[in-house]
Protein backbone atom coordinates (compact mmCIF):
# COMPACT_ATOMS: atom_id res chain seq x y z
CA UNK A 1 0.00 0.00 0.00
CA UNK A 2 1.08 4.01 -0.31
CA UNK A 3 0.29 4.84 3.11
CA UNK A 4 3.59 3.66 4.14
CA UNK A 5 4.97 6.77 2.89
CA UNK A 6 3.19 8.86 5.97
CA UNK A 7 3.55 9.19 9.15
CA UNK A 8 0.97 8.11 11.26
CA UNK A 9 -0.90 11.69 11.81
CA UNK A 10 -0.57 12.94 7.92
CA UNK A 11 -3.95 12.78 6.92
CA UNK A 12 -5.20 13.69 10.41
CA UNK A 13 -2.90 17.07 9.70
CA UNK A 14 -4.24 17.08 5.61
CA UNK A 15 -7.98 17.67 7.38
CA UNK A 16 -6.49 20.12 9.78
CA UNK A 17 -5.18 21.93 6.91
CA UNK A 18 -1.53 21.50 8.50
CA UNK A 19 0.64 20.62 5.91
CA UNK A 20 3.37 22.30 4.48
CA UNK A 21 3.06 23.03 0.75
CA UNK A 22 5.05 20.64 -0.18
CA UNK A 23 3.74 17.42 1.52
CA UNK A 24 -0.22 18.82 0.54
CA UNK A 25 1.44 19.41 -3.20
CA UNK A 26 3.03 15.60 -3.60
CA UNK A 27 -0.19 14.54 -1.73
CA UNK A 28 -2.60 16.25 -4.20
CA UNK A 29 -0.81 14.21 -7.31
CA UNK A 30 -0.99 10.71 -5.71
CA UNK A 31 -3.37 8.22 -6.57
CA UNK A 32 -5.22 7.98 -2.96
CA UNK A 33 -5.61 11.32 -2.58
CA UNK A 34 -9.06 11.19 -5.29
CA UNK A 35 -10.20 8.40 -2.65
CA UNK A 36 -9.37 10.20 0.63
CA UNK A 37 -11.35 13.61 -0.92
CA UNK A 38 -14.15 11.35 -1.86
CA UNK A 39 -14.59 10.20 1.37
CA UNK A 40 -14.63 13.09 3.07
CA UNK A 41 -16.48 15.28 0.73
CA UNK A 42 -19.19 12.65 1.62
CA UNK A 43 -18.83 12.26 4.98
CA UNK A 44 -19.15 16.03 5.25
CA UNK A 45 -22.78 15.70 4.04
CA UNK A 46 -23.92 13.39 6.70
CA UNK A 47 -25.12 14.70 9.69
CA UNK A 48 -26.58 13.40 13.20
CA UNK A 49 -29.38 12.35 14.48
CA UNK A 50 -31.54 15.33 15.43
CA UNK A 51 -31.22 16.60 18.98
CA UNK A 52 -34.21 17.96 20.51
CA UNK A 53 -32.25 20.34 23.00
CA UNK A 54 -35.33 22.09 24.49
CA UNK A 55 -37.30 18.55 25.60
CA UNK A 56 -34.16 16.99 27.10
CA UNK A 57 -33.45 19.75 29.18
CA UNK A 58 -36.91 20.15 30.10
CA UNK A 59 -37.00 16.64 31.17
CA UNK A 60 -33.94 17.00 32.90
CA UNK A 61 -35.47 19.83 35.03
CA UNK A 62 -38.35 17.53 35.62
CA UNK A 63 -36.45 14.63 37.62
CA UNK A 64 -34.37 17.78 39.46
CA UNK A 65 -37.44 18.55 41.15
CA UNK A 66 -38.75 14.97 41.53
CA UNK A 67 -37.34 13.90 45.49
CA UNK A 68 -33.41 14.51 45.30
CA UNK A 69 -32.95 18.21 45.67
CA UNK A 70 -35.90 17.92 48.15
CA UNK A 71 -34.07 15.50 50.34
CA UNK A 72 -31.12 17.92 50.17
CA UNK A 73 -32.73 20.41 51.12
CA UNK A 74 -34.73 18.77 54.09
CA UNK A 75 -30.99 17.55 55.31
CA UNK A 76 -29.72 20.80 55.26
CA UNK A 77 -32.35 22.66 57.21
CA UNK A 78 -32.31 19.72 59.57
CA UNK A 79 -28.46 19.92 60.13
CA UNK A 80 -28.57 23.65 60.84
CA UNK A 81 -31.71 23.12 63.20
CA UNK A 82 -29.43 20.25 64.93
CA UNK A 83 -26.14 22.04 64.62
CA UNK A 84 -28.39 25.44 66.32
CA UNK A 85 -29.96 23.26 68.87
CA UNK A 86 -26.67 21.63 70.15
CA UNK A 87 -24.58 25.34 70.12
CA UNK A 88 -27.80 27.09 72.00
CA UNK A 89 -27.62 23.67 74.17
CA UNK A 90 -23.39 24.33 74.57
CA UNK A 91 -23.38 28.34 75.08
CA UNK A 92 -26.46 28.08 77.10
CA UNK A 93 -24.30 25.48 79.92
CA UNK A 94 -21.45 27.46 79.12
CA UNK A 95 -23.31 30.79 80.09
CA UNK A 96 -24.34 28.93 82.82
CA UNK A 97 -20.78 26.85 83.92
CA UNK A 98 -19.08 30.33 83.37
CA UNK A 99 -19.33 33.95 84.36
CA UNK A 100 -18.97 35.75 80.91
CA UNK A 101 -18.08 39.65 79.58
CA UNK A 102 -20.66 40.01 76.92
CA UNK A 103 -20.32 43.29 74.60
CA UNK A 104 -23.30 44.02 72.35
CA UNK A 105 -23.53 47.09 70.02
CA UNK A 106 -26.79 48.17 69.12
CA UNK A 107 -28.17 49.95 65.70
CA UNK A 108 -25.45 51.67 64.06
CA UNK A 109 -23.34 51.35 66.69
CA UNK A 110 -19.56 50.48 66.57
CA UNK A 111 -17.66 49.40 69.61
CA UNK A 112 -13.97 48.39 70.16
CA UNK A 113 -13.60 45.97 72.95
CA UNK A 114 -10.19 45.57 74.89
CA UNK A 115 -9.67 41.66 75.50
CA UNK A 116 -7.61 40.91 78.62
CA UNK A 117 -4.25 40.64 76.78
CA UNK A 118 -4.29 43.68 74.91
CA UNK A 119 -5.96 42.38 71.72
CA UNK A 120 -8.52 44.46 70.37
CA UNK A 121 -12.12 43.33 68.65
CA UNK A 122 -14.01 46.23 67.08
CA UNK A 123 -17.70 45.43 66.76
CA UNK A 124 -20.05 46.57 63.81
CA UNK A 125 -23.87 47.33 64.28
CA UNK A 126 -25.97 45.03 66.23
CA UNK A 127 -23.20 42.68 67.05
CA UNK A 128 -22.77 40.17 70.08
CA UNK A 129 -19.37 39.38 71.42
CA UNK A 130 -18.74 37.31 74.58
CA UNK A 131 -15.61 35.74 76.25
CA UNK A 132 -14.50 34.47 79.80
CA UNK A 133 -12.18 36.97 81.61
CA UNK A 134 -11.36 34.72 84.07
CA UNK A 135 -9.67 31.82 81.95
CA UNK A 136 -8.65 34.07 79.75
CA UNK A 137 -4.56 32.84 79.96
CA UNK A 138 -5.79 29.55 79.04
CA UNK A 139 -8.42 30.20 76.77
CA UNK A 140 -8.60 33.04 74.13
CA UNK A 141 -11.82 31.84 73.02
CA UNK A 142 -14.69 34.53 72.04
CA UNK A 143 -17.89 33.39 71.16
CA UNK A 144 -19.32 36.06 67.96
CA UNK A 145 -22.64 36.29 66.43
CA UNK A 146 -22.31 39.52 64.03
CA UNK A 147 -19.52 40.95 62.42
CA UNK A 148 -16.12 41.87 64.28
CA UNK A 149 -12.50 42.70 63.29
CA UNK A 150 -9.89 41.75 65.43
CA UNK A 151 -6.71 42.42 65.96
CA UNK A 152 -4.98 39.67 67.89
CA UNK A 153 -1.74 40.16 70.66
CA UNK A 154 0.93 37.01 69.49
CA UNK A 155 0.91 34.46 72.19
CA UNK A 156 -1.26 31.05 72.29
CA UNK A 157 -3.85 30.04 69.89
CA UNK A 158 -7.24 32.69 69.56
CA UNK A 159 -10.27 31.39 68.68
CA UNK A 160 -13.64 32.73 67.29
CA UNK A 161 -16.27 30.51 68.06
CA UNK A 162 -19.35 31.18 65.76
CA UNK A 163 -22.88 28.87 65.31
CA UNK A 164 -21.00 28.64 61.56
CA UNK A 165 -17.23 27.60 62.70
CA UNK A 166 -14.53 28.72 64.43
CA UNK A 167 -11.79 30.55 62.94
CA UNK A 168 -8.30 29.94 64.85
CA UNK A 169 -5.17 32.19 64.73
CA UNK A 170 -2.01 33.01 66.64
CA UNK A 171 -1.23 36.37 65.76
CA UNK A 172 -3.13 38.54 62.91
CA UNK A 173 -5.44 40.58 62.13
CA UNK A 174 -8.85 39.32 60.48
CA UNK A 175 -12.59 40.35 60.02
CA UNK A 176 -15.61 37.42 60.92
CA UNK A 177 -19.04 38.41 59.88
CA UNK A 178 -21.66 35.48 60.93
CA UNK A 179 -25.32 35.64 60.88
CA UNK A 180 -27.54 32.56 61.81
CA UNK A 181 -25.76 29.48 60.90
CA UNK A 182 -26.14 30.45 57.26
CA UNK A 183 -23.56 33.32 56.46
CA UNK A 184 -20.31 32.66 57.71
CA UNK A 185 -17.47 35.11 56.55
CA UNK A 186 -13.71 35.48 57.48
CA UNK A 187 -11.01 37.88 55.64
CA UNK A 188 -7.69 37.53 56.58
CA UNK A 189 -5.81 41.23 57.21
CA UNK A 190 -2.71 39.93 58.10
CA UNK A 191 -0.69 37.17 59.33
CA UNK A 192 -2.73 33.23 58.96
CA UNK A 193 -5.71 32.64 59.95
CA UNK A 194 -7.80 28.31 60.42
CA UNK A 195 -11.15 28.54 59.73
CA UNK A 196 -13.08 25.27 60.20
CA UNK A 197 -16.51 25.25 59.39
CA UNK A 198 -18.97 23.47 61.26
CA UNK A 199 -18.94 20.43 58.50
CA UNK A 200 -15.49 20.31 59.76
CA UNK A 201 -14.14 21.95 56.32
CA UNK A 202 -11.02 23.26 56.89
CA UNK A 203 -9.51 26.35 55.09
CA UNK A 204 -5.86 28.69 55.74
CA UNK A 205 -6.06 31.81 55.38
CA UNK A 206 -3.26 34.13 54.30
CA UNK A 207 -3.04 38.10 53.75
CA UNK A 208 -5.50 39.24 51.54
CA UNK A 209 -7.43 35.95 51.20
CA UNK A 210 -10.93 35.57 52.54
CA UNK A 211 -13.32 32.58 52.69
CA UNK A 212 -17.49 32.16 52.73
CA UNK A 213 -20.06 29.73 53.53
CA UNK A 214 -23.01 30.99 52.42
CA UNK A 215 -26.42 28.57 52.81
CA UNK A 216 -23.89 26.01 52.73
CA UNK A 217 -21.76 26.66 49.57
CA UNK A 218 -18.48 27.16 50.42
CA UNK A 219 -16.30 29.98 48.19
CA UNK A 220 -12.63 31.18 48.86
CA UNK A 221 -11.49 34.94 46.93
CA UNK A 222 -8.76 37.46 47.54
CA UNK A 223 -9.56 41.12 48.03
CA UNK A 224 -7.14 44.20 48.39
CA UNK A 225 -6.41 45.08 51.86
CA UNK A 226 -6.25 48.38 51.36
CA UNK A 227 -10.30 48.80 50.61
CA UNK A 228 -12.03 50.08 53.20
CA UNK A 229 -14.11 48.34 55.35
CA UNK A 230 -16.82 49.17 57.74
CA UNK A 231 -14.33 50.39 60.02
CA UNK A 232 -14.04 53.16 57.19
CA UNK A 233 -17.69 53.62 57.34
CA UNK A 234 -18.49 51.51 53.91
CA UNK A 235 -20.35 48.02 54.36
CA UNK A 236 -18.80 45.65 51.82
CA UNK A 237 -20.60 42.51 50.32
CA UNK A 238 -19.49 40.00 47.64
CA UNK A 239 -22.14 37.68 46.20
CA UNK A 240 -24.27 38.03 49.42
CA UNK A 241 -28.09 37.11 49.60
CA UNK A 242 -30.04 40.28 48.97
CA UNK A 243 -31.95 39.76 52.11
CA UNK A 244 -28.79 39.71 54.14
CA UNK A 245 -27.55 42.91 52.73
CA UNK A 246 -31.03 44.66 53.63
CA UNK A 247 -31.09 43.32 57.15
CA UNK A 248 -27.47 44.95 57.31
CA UNK A 249 -28.99 48.15 56.44
CA UNK A 250 -31.15 47.94 58.84
CA UNK A 251 -28.42 47.33 61.72
CA UNK A 252 -26.68 50.69 60.53
CA UNK A 253 -29.52 52.93 59.95
CA UNK A 254 -31.98 51.87 62.10
CA UNK A 255 -35.11 51.44 59.53
CA UNK A 256 -36.98 48.97 58.40
CA UNK A 257 -37.78 47.42 54.74
CA UNK A 258 -40.90 45.91 53.70
CA UNK A 259 -39.45 42.83 51.21
CA UNK A 260 -42.72 41.09 50.08
CA UNK A 261 -42.54 42.47 46.54
CA UNK A 262 -38.96 41.84 46.24
CA UNK A 263 -36.62 39.14 45.24
CA UNK A 264 -34.43 38.74 48.39
CA UNK A 265 -32.79 35.45 47.54
CA UNK A 266 -30.77 37.94 44.23
CA UNK A 267 -26.99 37.99 45.04
CA UNK A 268 -25.23 41.60 45.75
CA UNK A 269 -21.95 42.33 45.66
CA UNK A 270 -20.93 46.11 46.14
CA UNK A 271 -20.72 48.53 49.05
CA UNK A 272 -22.81 51.22 50.97
CA UNK A 273 -21.97 53.68 53.02
CA UNK A 274 -23.05 53.89 56.66
CA UNK A 275 -22.93 58.06 56.72
CA UNK A 276 -25.53 58.79 54.21
CA UNK A 277 -28.92 56.68 54.13
CA UNK A 278 -29.83 58.06 50.91
CA UNK A 279 -27.31 57.36 48.91
CA UNK A 280 -26.77 53.94 50.77
CA UNK A 281 -30.05 53.22 49.56
CA UNK A 282 -28.80 53.81 45.65
CA UNK A 283 -25.74 52.07 45.86
CA UNK A 284 -27.62 49.18 46.75
CA UNK A 285 -31.43 48.90 44.93
CA UNK A 286 -30.66 50.97 41.96
CA UNK A 287 -28.35 48.06 40.40
CA UNK A 288 -30.57 45.51 41.08
CA UNK A 289 -33.39 47.22 39.49
CA UNK A 290 -35.37 47.92 42.97
CA UNK A 291 -36.86 51.22 43.25
CA UNK A 292 -37.54 52.68 47.20
CA UNK A 293 -40.28 55.02 48.79
CA UNK A 294 -40.47 56.08 52.03
CA UNK A 295 -43.66 55.44 54.34
CA UNK A 296 -42.98 57.95 57.24
CA UNK A 297 -39.18 58.18 58.46
CA UNK A 298 -38.38 54.28 59.55
CA UNK A 299 -40.12 52.74 57.00
CA UNK A 300 -38.88 52.17 53.20
CA UNK A 301 -40.98 50.13 50.80
CA UNK A 302 -38.99 48.07 47.83
CA UNK A 303 -40.61 47.17 45.09
CA UNK A 304 -39.32 45.85 41.55
CA UNK A 305 -38.40 48.83 39.34
CA UNK A 306 -40.16 48.31 35.60
CA UNK B 1 -16.84 37.76 37.63
CA UNK B 2 -14.34 35.46 35.92
CA UNK B 3 -15.53 32.07 34.74
CA UNK B 4 -13.95 30.70 37.08
CA UNK B 5 -15.94 31.84 39.98
CA UNK B 6 -19.45 31.30 38.56
CA UNK B 7 -21.77 28.84 40.22
CA UNK B 8 -22.59 25.33 38.35
CA UNK B 9 -25.57 25.67 40.73
CA UNK B 10 -26.84 28.87 39.78
CA UNK B 11 -29.60 27.57 36.91
CA UNK B 12 -28.59 30.75 34.69
CA UNK B 13 -24.63 29.02 34.74
CA UNK B 14 -26.40 25.89 34.60
CA UNK B 15 -28.38 25.92 31.43
CA UNK B 16 -25.83 28.00 29.21
CA UNK B 17 -23.83 24.67 29.64
CA UNK B 18 -26.34 22.72 28.50
CA UNK B 19 -27.18 24.77 25.45
CA UNK B 20 -23.14 24.72 24.74
CA UNK B 21 -22.38 21.10 25.13
CA UNK B 22 -25.62 18.78 25.46
CA UNK B 23 -25.60 18.63 21.70
CA UNK B 24 -22.27 17.38 21.44
CA UNK B 25 -22.42 15.17 24.40
CA UNK B 26 -25.00 13.58 22.83
CA UNK B 27 -23.39 12.95 19.58
CA UNK B 28 -20.43 11.69 21.32
CA UNK B 29 -22.43 9.05 22.85
CA UNK B 30 -24.08 8.57 20.34
CA UNK B 31 -21.21 7.69 18.22
CA UNK B 32 -20.12 5.41 20.24
CA UNK B 33 -23.07 3.25 21.27
CA UNK B 34 -25.43 4.24 18.09
CA UNK B 35 -28.59 4.36 19.23
CA UNK B 36 -30.21 7.77 19.76
CA UNK B 37 -32.37 6.82 22.68
CA UNK B 38 -29.42 5.18 25.30
CA UNK B 39 -27.26 8.36 24.05
CA UNK B 40 -30.87 10.81 25.06
CA UNK B 41 -30.70 8.86 28.24
CA UNK B 42 -26.62 9.07 29.19
CA UNK B 43 -27.06 12.76 28.56
CA UNK B 44 -29.65 13.50 30.74
CA UNK B 45 -28.24 11.35 33.32
CA UNK B 46 -24.73 13.29 33.05
CA UNK B 47 -26.50 16.46 33.33
CA UNK B 48 -28.95 15.13 36.44
CA UNK B 49 -25.24 14.07 38.11
CA UNK B 50 -23.93 17.32 37.29
CA UNK B 51 -26.51 19.20 39.14
CA UNK B 52 -25.97 16.79 42.52
CA UNK B 53 -22.43 17.67 42.24
CA UNK B 54 -22.88 21.07 41.34
CA UNK B 55 -21.38 22.57 44.46
CA UNK B 56 -18.13 20.48 43.92
CA UNK B 57 -17.68 21.08 39.73
CA UNK B 58 -15.80 24.07 38.82
CA UNK B 59 -17.67 26.31 36.08
CA UNK B 60 -14.30 25.32 33.77
CA UNK B 61 -14.42 22.05 34.44
CA UNK B 62 -17.75 21.34 33.60
CA UNK B 63 -17.25 20.18 30.20
CA UNK B 64 -14.51 17.54 31.00
CA UNK B 65 -16.74 16.25 33.79
CA UNK B 66 -19.73 15.62 31.77
CA UNK B 67 -18.01 13.69 28.81
CA UNK B 68 -15.84 11.85 31.88
CA UNK B 69 -19.78 11.18 33.41
CA UNK B 70 -21.12 10.22 30.44
CA UNK B 71 -18.36 8.13 29.04
CA UNK B 72 -18.56 5.59 32.31
CA UNK B 73 -21.78 5.43 32.11
CA UNK B 74 -21.40 4.26 28.88
CA UNK B 75 -18.95 2.12 29.72
CA UNK B 76 -21.59 0.45 32.39
CA UNK B 77 -24.10 -0.59 29.53
CA UNK B 78 -23.61 -2.83 27.02
CA UNK B 79 -26.09 -2.48 24.27
CA UNK B 80 -24.23 -1.50 20.86
CA UNK B 81 -26.42 -0.58 18.17
CA UNK B 82 -24.93 0.48 14.27
CA UNK B 83 -24.51 3.85 14.14
CA UNK B 84 -26.40 5.62 11.52
CA UNK B 85 -26.01 8.95 9.71
CA UNK B 86 -28.18 10.99 7.56
CA UNK B 87 -27.70 12.93 4.85
CA UNK B 88 -28.38 16.14 4.64
CA UNK B 89 -30.92 17.79 2.30
CA UNK B 90 -29.21 18.97 -0.63
CA UNK B 91 -30.32 21.27 -2.85
CA UNK B 92 -32.09 19.81 -5.84
CA UNK B 93 -30.72 21.99 -8.73
CA UNK B 94 -27.34 20.58 -7.88
CA UNK B 95 -28.27 17.49 -7.98
CA UNK B 96 -30.20 17.81 -11.46
CA UNK B 97 -26.79 18.21 -13.32
CA UNK B 98 -25.44 14.55 -12.60
CA UNK B 99 -26.51 11.61 -15.08
CA UNK B 100 -28.99 9.67 -13.14
CA UNK B 101 -26.04 6.68 -13.57
CA UNK B 102 -24.10 8.94 -11.57
CA UNK B 103 -26.52 9.63 -8.99
CA UNK B 104 -26.56 5.88 -8.19
CA UNK B 105 -23.41 5.48 -7.86
CA UNK B 106 -23.17 8.28 -5.54
CA UNK B 107 -26.18 6.54 -3.36
CA UNK B 108 -24.01 3.56 -3.87
CA UNK B 109 -21.13 5.17 -2.35
CA UNK B 110 -22.57 6.60 0.52
CA UNK B 111 -24.13 3.96 1.67
CA UNK B 112 -20.80 1.78 2.01
CA UNK B 113 -19.44 4.62 3.44
CA UNK B 114 -21.78 4.48 6.00
CA UNK B 115 -21.51 0.88 6.64
CA UNK B 116 -17.76 1.43 6.95
CA UNK B 117 -18.25 3.97 9.62
CA UNK B 118 -20.38 1.68 11.48
CA UNK B 119 -17.68 -1.02 11.60
CA UNK B 120 -14.76 1.31 12.45
CA UNK B 121 -13.44 0.79 15.93
CA UNK B 122 -15.46 2.84 18.81
CA UNK B 123 -11.78 5.18 19.06
CA UNK B 124 -11.76 6.05 15.98
CA UNK B 125 -15.15 6.34 15.02
CA UNK B 126 -15.93 9.15 17.73
CA UNK B 127 -13.13 11.04 17.32
CA UNK B 128 -13.68 10.91 13.53
CA UNK B 129 -17.29 11.71 13.27
CA UNK B 130 -16.65 14.56 16.21
CA UNK B 131 -14.62 16.66 13.84
CA UNK B 132 -16.40 15.92 10.31
CA UNK B 133 -20.18 15.93 11.82
CA UNK B 134 -19.66 18.30 15.01
CA UNK B 135 -16.75 20.60 13.31
CA UNK B 136 -14.78 19.99 16.62
CA UNK B 137 -10.95 20.38 16.25
CA UNK B 138 -8.44 17.55 17.84
CA UNK B 139 -7.92 20.34 20.91
CA UNK B 140 -11.07 19.62 21.77
CA UNK B 141 -11.69 16.04 21.21
CA UNK B 142 -8.80 16.24 23.44
CA UNK B 143 -9.77 17.30 25.88
CA UNK B 144 -13.21 15.67 25.84
CA UNK B 145 -12.36 12.27 25.78
CA UNK B 146 -8.73 12.83 27.82
CA UNK B 147 -6.18 12.03 25.11
CA UNK B 148 -3.52 13.71 23.98
CA UNK B 149 -3.92 15.81 20.70
CA UNK B 150 -1.37 13.76 19.21
CA UNK B 151 -3.56 10.31 19.86
CA UNK B 152 -6.81 12.25 18.51
CA UNK B 153 -4.54 12.55 15.08
CA UNK B 154 -3.35 9.41 15.33
CA UNK B 155 -6.91 7.91 15.44
CA UNK B 156 -8.00 9.99 12.76
CA UNK B 157 -5.78 8.83 10.34
CA UNK B 158 -6.06 5.54 10.82
CA UNK B 159 -9.72 6.34 10.55
CA UNK B 160 -9.49 7.40 7.19
CA UNK B 161 -7.13 4.62 6.33
CA UNK B 162 -9.40 1.78 7.37
CA UNK B 163 -12.19 3.91 5.38
CA UNK B 164 -10.29 4.17 2.11
CA UNK B 165 -9.13 0.47 2.62
CA UNK B 166 -12.47 -0.97 3.32
CA UNK B 167 -14.80 0.84 1.12
CA UNK B 168 -11.91 -0.55 -2.02
CA UNK B 169 -12.51 -4.02 -0.56
CA UNK B 170 -16.65 -3.92 -0.74
Known sequence: MMEEKYDDTFL??????????????????????????????????????????????????????????????????????????????????????????????????QTTVSLPDGSEAI?????????????????RTVTLDGEAYFKVQKGEKFTVSTASGTVEVLGTEFN??????????????????????????????????????????????????????????????????????????????????????????????????????KLALRTVFDPMEISYTFKGEKAVILTEAN | MTSEDKSVCESQHYESIFNTHAETLRNFVYYKCGSEQQAEDIVQEAFIKLWKNCAKVIYTKAKSYLFTVANNMFL????????????????????????PEFILRQKEFQEKLQRTIAKLPEGQREVFLLNRIDKKTY???????????????????KALITLRKEIGNI
Open chain 1, 123 to 139: LNAKTTLSFNENDWEND
Open chain 2, 139 to 157: AEIAEMIGLSVKAVEKRMH
Open chain 2, 76 to 99: NEVAHEKVVLKYKQQTKHKVSHET
Open chain 1, 12 to 109: ARWLANDLTAAEKLRFEASAEYQDYLQIIESVDLMEAPSFDRKSVLKSIQQKQQAPAPKVRKLQTSWLYTAAAVVILLVTFSYFYLTVDETFTTGFGE
Open chain 1, 176 to 277: VHVHDASIFEVKCHEGKVQVTTKTQQKEILTQGKAFSSIDGKLASWTFNIHNATWRDGESNFREMPLQHVIEALQNQYDIKFEIENIDTTQRFTGTFSHKNL
